[in-house]
């Protein structure tokens, strides 16, 4: 199984901030990696796919960057609306497998 | 607009069985493969299942094989989970999600929680 981690597992930011949330793979996946934002008693969103595709309706203060087993995800400017949990998905083999998650709160 | 609604949660007892379902409407079924993922209490989120759009081609989790089965009804665009011999250890809020025959996650439903519990 392709084992998944991410850092940091939480972040306290001021809004306008740049946040930086990394995720490594147990394993090379070809890009293949998803990025997700889940709110508190929500469903998650699919923010990024294949590394870096942003999905339709994304603001662009998001992207998604790295190849191999080292990913980022980068919110250029922390927005209030952007408070919840982020989890990365590897995409390349079953089992499908997420990271832990990084919770993101305004400071 | 993409829903998926699921409904069939509730409290069970170790060794019981339920039966998830999810009906989906706003895109065309047949052309979308359907997971299952949850998520336990204050947990992270681990995928549980995986079926192909005309129903052929099912991948499990190795800690639901042999109790879960996921299958699809495309005339009636939903999709169900049964599970049998149910643990505490599945106790969760279970996702219906779909994607265009991409292991990517686009759609989800607001989820249900299935509780195991004596």
Do not use: H
């Not at chain 2, 509730?10 to 079924?29: A, D």
């Not at chain 2, 250890?89 to 025959?101: G, I, P």
């Amino acid at each position: 199984d392709v084992q998944m981690t991410q850092s940091p597992s939480s972040v306290s930011a001021s809004v306008g901030d740049r946040v930086t949330i990394t995720c490594r793979a147990s394993r090379g996946l070809n890009r293949q990696l998803g990025w997700y934002q889940q709110k508190p008693g929500k469903a998650p969103k699919l923010l990024i796919s294949a590394a870096s595709t942003l999905q339709t309706g994304v603001p662009s203060r998001f992207s998604g960057s790295g190849s191999g087993t080292d990913f980022t995800l980068t919110i250029s400017s922390l927005q209030p609306e952007d408070i919840g949990t982020y989890y990365c998905q590897q995409g390349i083999s079953f089992p499908l497998t997420f990271g832990p998650g990084t919770k993101v709160e305004i400071k | 607009d993409v829903q998926l609604v699921e409904s069939g949660g509730g409290l069970v007892q170790p060794g019981g069985s339920l039966r998830l379902s999810c009906v989906v409407s706003g895109f065309t079924f047949s052309d979308y493969w359907v997971f299952w993922v949850r998520q336990a209490p204050g947990q992270g989120l681990v995928w549980v299942s995986r079926l192909n759009g005309d129903g052929t081609s099912v991948n499990y989790a190795d800690s639901v094989r042999d109790r879960f089965t996921v299958s699809r009804d495309n005339a009636k665009n939903t999709v169900f989970l049964q599970m049998n011999s149910l643990r505490v250890e599945d106790t969760a809020v279970y996702y219906c999600t779909s994607s265009l025959r991409s292991y990517y996650f686009d759609y989800w439903g607001q989820g249900i929680q299935v509780t195991v519990s004596s």
